[in-house]
């Protein structure tokens, strides 16, 4: 199976809260999870990516946990601000091969 | 990272008629793809742009709708054609398989089509 499940489909949360993302995959030869950040009218820009061998990933305010048996992985923005507000994707890809993404989730921060 | 820019950046067809999209790359790269993003929606895999050879196309694409072309390492183009107000999405480029990110895929800023 190739699909990549990803909730909520929006979420809204206020500034300095925390926002959560979730996916769930389940073939077991994705070895690579991206996660993207887009902006009306824009590509998607790589945020933050990890592979099956760490748990967790943090830069800045971004952290990316994993879950290898549960096959599931997490995006959490700490602290999020309204500059924040975008859609997200999760991905997942096996050895740098073609993406397969989630169904992304609209993200508004409320100042 | 890789600067990749797309033209057109958008575009008004008639139905009926193609639209040939470009995508440039700063460097070169090994892998270059080509996906589309419907209104409000995730995006698909159209096709990998394979150099020298022809694409790879993901089922429920072919060749005769969305033709692609990649004659060096920086540079591809897709041809949407005869176009139906049903192919109105964003068509994005990306690349992959980097010198020092070997799984990391950048994409473009996408061309933005809608069909009347």
């Known amino acids: 199976q190739q699909q990549v499940k990803q909730s909520p489909q929006s979420l809204i949360v206020q500034k300095g809260g925390i926002s959560i993302i979730n996916c769930a995959y389940e073939?077991?030869?994705?070895?690579?999870f991206p996660w993207y950040q887009q902006f009306p009218g824009k590509g998607p820009a790589l945020l933050i990516a990890i592979r099956p061998d760490v748990s967790e990933k943090k830069e800045g305010r971004f952290t990316i946990s994993f879950n290898k048996s549960a096959k599931q992985f997490s995006l959490h923005i700490m602290d999020s601000q309204p500059g924040d507000s975008a859609t997200y994707f999760c991905?997942?890809?096996?050895?740098?091969?073609?993406?397969?993404f989630g169904e992304g989730t609209q993200l508004t921060v409320n100042p | 990272s890789a600067v990749i820019s797309q033209k057109p950046s958008r575009d008004i067809c008639q139905r009926g008629t193609s639209l040939t999209i470009q995508c440039q790359v700063d460097s070169q790269v090994t892998m270059m793809f080509w996906y589309r993003q419907q209104p409000g929606q995730s995006l698909t895999l159209i096709a990998t742009?394979?150099?020298?050879?022809?694409?790879?196309?993901e089922s429920g694409f072919v060749i005769d709708k969305f033709p692609i072309s990649r004659p060096n390492l920086t540079f591809s183009t897709l041809t949407v054609s005869n176009m139906s107000p049903e192919d109105s999405s964003i068509y994005l480029c990306?690349?992959?398989?980097?010198?020092?990110?070997?799984?990391?895929?950048?994409f473009g800023p996408g061309t933005r089509l809608t069909v009347l």
């Open positions: 742009a394979n150099q020298g050879s022809e694409a790879t196309y």
């Open positions: 073939n077991t030869a994705f070895d690579y």
């Open positions: 990306s690349v992959g398989r980097l010198a020092g990110s070997t799984d990391t895929q950048y």
């Open positions: 991905a997942a890809s096996i050895s740098g091969s073609r993406l397969t």
